[in-house]
């Protein structure tokens, strides 16, 4: 089973992530990082594949992808 970590600090809701996840496992949240950013949540971590197309394409490095 796949794990994403998400490091919100890094994160600035550029959405890369949402947009190209496959199984539409992130979503920009409400909560709100030092930054003054809505960072990304994984909310359906059981869906995940363990692609890591969403670490990969993360202009910020924000997304880590364990399996």
């Not at 970590?5 to 496992?25: A, L, M, T």
């Not at 909560?31 to 394409?57: F, H, L, M, T, W």
């Amino acid at each position: 089973m796949a794990m994403i970590k998400v490091v919100y600090e890094r994160c600035k809701s550029c959405g890369y992530c949402v947009k190209f996840c496959p199984k539409n496992v992130l979503e920009i949240g409400t909560k709100v990082n030092s930054k003054g950013y809505e960072y990304v949540e994984p909310v359906r971590q059981d869906d995940c594949i363990g692609c890591a197309i969403c670490g990969r394409i993360c202009p910020d490095g924000a997304i880590e992808v364990y399996k």
